[in-house]
């Protein structure tokens, strides 16, 4: 009798599969990837096995999960810079006026969720695994948070991608006064306790979600 299918081993098939032979990366035209119980068990031509289920993916590449260290997590504030320019002039770099007035913070914790669960959703769909998100700041009262960090995180576990999460913090800004001209203008008395708040994030979160959200790189 023929040996039944075991149940949940997936052949893929693609005209392109991004494979690991002899200690490097090779490309194999018209490969095949055989996964089962979340395991790849098989990666090159003539899969010898049995499978229970079939995907022929086309003209597609097939890879291991890319890895995203400028993974921008704030694409709608991104494409308010495209066209608007100077820079200085719409907004990529704050007035003076506006700091002398107080900074404000642009977007609600919720917004800020989404912002963060909305771009990780586009980076697994474009075959990104793992990220180190990155987000302007021209739109924050000051520096990030570990609330809004913690959502995050809770995204990405609930979504299965890897994360390099911490707040960003500043203890200093660029401005532009009315003549044109850009200097700096320092705050550590705003910025060092935002230091110590994403220390505090960055220590109890390292290793949760079954390893996949990551405060600080391995020794």
Not at 82 to 92: E, F, L, S
Request: aromatic share 8%.
């Amino acid at each position: 009798m023929p040996r039944a299918r075991p149940e949940g081993r997936i052949l893929l098939t693609a005209r392109w599969v991004v494979g690991h032979r002899d200690g490097r990366h090779v490309l194999i035209e018209n490969g095949e990837v055989v996964f089962e119980d979340g395991a790849i068990v098989f990666v090159g031509h003539g899969f010898p096995g049995v499978h229970a289920r079939r995907i022929d993916c086309g003209h597609a590449v097939i890879g291991p999960g890319f890895v995203d260290l400028d993974a921008l997590s704030d694409l709608d504030t991104t494409i308010l810079g495209y066209d608007n320019q100077p820079a200085w002039r719409k907004g990529r770099v704050w007035p003076r006026s506006y700091l002398d007035a107080g900074p404000v913070e642009m977007y609600t914790a919720e917004e800020l969720a989404f912002q963060k669960r909305h771009a990780f959703t586009l980076l697994i769909r474009n075959g990104i695994t793992t990220a180190m998100p990155i987000a302007s700041l021209f739109y924050r009262a000051w520096g990030e948070t570990p609330e809004e960090f913690a959502a995050a995180a809770e995204s990405a576990a609930e979504l299965g991608l890897r994360v390099y999460l911490g707040p960003a913090y500043r203890t200093g800004n660029q401005v532009v006064d009315e003549t044109g001209a850009v200097g700096p203008h320092d705050d550590a008395p705003c910025g060092l306790p935002e230091r110590a708040e994403a220390i505090g994030f960055c220590e109890p979160m390292e290793g949760t979600a079954g390893g996949l959200v990551r405060t600080r790189p391995r020794p």
